[in-house]
């Protein structure tokens, strides 16, 4: 594993995804709309509009 720090979107052969970014689940959680939560196990991540759409070419059609 790299320790490499670079934010990405990978899918799992099961059909999820991973994304690597920067967590910012303390930062936001108060920006959060009331219908919005953040699980005891999940985290808040953001990655660039950038990461995103280069991203969108490698995500196959359902």
């Known amino acids: 594993m790299s320790e490499a720090n ?3 979107i990978f ?3 099961d059909g999820r995804f991973v994304i690597i970014g920067d967590d910012v689940t303390a930062d ?3 920006l959060l709309p009331e219908d919005a939560g953040i699980g ?3 985290r808040a991540v ?3 509009r950038e990461t ?3 991203a969108r070419g490698d995500i ?3």
Do not use: G
């Open 6 to 8: 670079c934010p990405d």
């Open 11 to 13: 899918e799992l052969t």
């Open 28 to 30: 936001v959680r108060s």
């Open 40 to 42: 005891p196990t999940e």
């Open 46 to 48: 953001v990655i660039t």
């Open 52 to 54: 995103l759409t280069a």
């Open 60 to 62: 196959t059609s359902l």
